[in-house]
């Protein structure tokens, strides 16, 4: 069983266009997060949210909206797509400051 | 000033030696210390955490902590060509609570030949 799920792995857009990523866990952790890592591999992180609530919204554009259903999903919604966005986008999960379990990320491509 | 700076890479040892990664950062109330290891087209992977100065050992891992120089490493002993990978560091506010979140260096691209 995969502890940390991510889908889809690879999305190709137009600029412009809107989409999704979702992501599930299923190690019972509070904290979940979305990380964009750039391709010079730093990771920097977007939000974070502890059982369903937003505890961590850095200077992210507003074409980007986490949504937290239940403390086991965490979905990214990102509107009118540019260039800059490329990148791959991590889910994490935590348990206290155990560290991380990431997902295997999503390769987005905005052409 | 980074908050997280790691030795820049890449670095290449010959198989069966010690590697050493090191790290610095900037946040003196930082209490949490983290080891990942990033594969090439793959996602990060804990492999070490550490809260106390001194040395914390697991297997071919070591991590060494030292609050007052602001300064954490990982050396890894018999270096193995599938230890070859990129390996971040990341820096977190709090121990024992979920609040506050993990800051990565750069990471530092290791190469392990055979």
């Known amino acids: 069983d995969t502890a940390v799920s991510q889908t889809p792995k690879y999305l190709v857009t137009q600029m412009g266009n809107d989409k999704s990523i979702k992501c599930e866990q299923n190690l019972g952790h509070d904290t979940m997060y979305w990380y964009k890592q750039d391709s010079k591999k730093f990771l920097k992180i977007m939000f974070s949210?502890?059982?369903?609530?937003?505890?961590i919204n850095e200077t992210v554009p507003n074409r980007f909206s986490p949504k937290s259903p239940d403390k086991a999903h965490l979905n990214l919604h990102i509107n009118s797509l540019e260039l800059g966005d490329s990148a791959v986008y991590f889910c994490a999960s935590s348990q206290n400051s155990y560290g991380y379990t990431f997902g295997s990320g999503t390769r987005l491509t905005v052409v | 000033q980074k908050e997280v700076e790691q030795n820049s890479g890449p670095l290449s040892v010959p198989e069966g030696a010690i590697a050493s990664l090191n790290c610095t950062y900037s946040d003196r109330g930082s209490q949490s210390f983290f080891w990942y290891r990033q594969y090439s087209g793959k996602s990060p992977e804990l492999i070490m955490f550490i809260y106390s100065n001194g040395d914390k050992e697991d297997g071919r891992f070591t991590a060494q902590l030292n609050k007052a120089s602001q300064y954490v490493s990982l050396l890894i002993r018999d270096s193995q060509p599938s230890d070859s990978a990129t390996y971040l560091c990341?820096?977190?506010?709090?121990?024992?609570?979920?609040?506050?979140?993990?800051?990565f260096g750069d990471g530092t691209t290791l190469t392990v030949k055979p």
């Open positions: 990341a820096v977190a506010p709090f121990v024992n609570t979920n609040a506050g979140k993990s800051t």
């Open positions: 949210y502890n059982n369903k609530e937003l505890i």
